[in-house]
């Protein structure tokens, strides 16, 4: 399978590339997307790194699975390609935005706008099998993009996550929490949010002032 992944990536992720357990994902995925209708199209399975070149990376945002309708994934987490109705985390997401920075609500659920600022939307689990959640977990995604996370952590410096539910805060473990900001809340899925877990987390607006304490660019949510 041929890996269409931006070149700044490559270098750091080589040797995870060379191993066993990824040749055997590798195939896996192509016997499926041969076989099978899968999510996100192929040429968008590494749409995360190629929006966002490793140099470049400011925030991470971890999700757990891509969506699994028509038409909805395209490689970013909690992202939909234009004209494509918002999932419900994507809506309280947005809510948040809205309450937290004033931004309105936008038409567009297509995240690749954040992407390009240096925001790494990753699933732990890149692929899925249409109209079935969860088909590709346990197949090898998660330990690569276990390795991207513990990557980034390493090999860059003063980088904000943002960890929202029970899955993805299990990744602290792979974070530098003296080199990172790492900021936590319940997931913007409704049952998390109407819980009072999501709504008022703020998470937006404090990445932004502390990317802003660290001199960099701050994030046009």
Not at 5 to 30: I, N, Q
Not at 132 to 152: C, L, N, P, Y
């Amino acid at each position: 399978m041929n890996l269409q992944l931006h070149d700044s990536w490559k270098p750091y992720l080589r040797t995870e590339f060379e191993k066993p357990y990824f040749k055997a994902l590798m195939d896996f995925v192509e016997e499926e997307y041969n076989t099978e209708t899968c999510f996100p199209p192929k040429d968008q399975i590494f749409n995360a790194f190629n929006h966002c070149p490793f140099e470049e990376v400011k925030v991470v945002i971890i999700g757990q699975d891509p969506y699994h309708d028509d038409g909805q994934a395209n490689g970013l987490c909690f992202s939909v390609n234009d004209g494509v109705k918002h999932p419900p985390s994507l809506v309280n997401i947005f809510k948040e935005i809205e309450s937290d920075l004033g931004i309105l609500y936008p038409e567009s659920g297509n995240l690749e706008r954040w992407a390009d600022q240096g925001v790494l939307l990753i699933n732990a689990t890149l692929t899925v099998r249409a109209h079935e959640a969860g088909s590709h977990q346990r197949k090898g995604w998660e330990v690569f993009t276990d390795e991207v996370i513990k990557t980034i952590s390493e090999q860059k410096e003063e980088v904000v996550f943002l960890l929202w539910g029970g899955y993805a805060k299990k990744k602290v473990k792979l974070i530098d929490g003296e080199k990172h900001s790492v900021l936590i809340s319940g997931h913007p899925s409704p049952l998390s949010a109407n819980r009072g877990f999501w709504f008022g987390n703020r998470h937006f607006s404090q990445t932004n002032a502390i990317l802003n304490s660290l001199g960099k660019t701050s994030i046009n949510w």
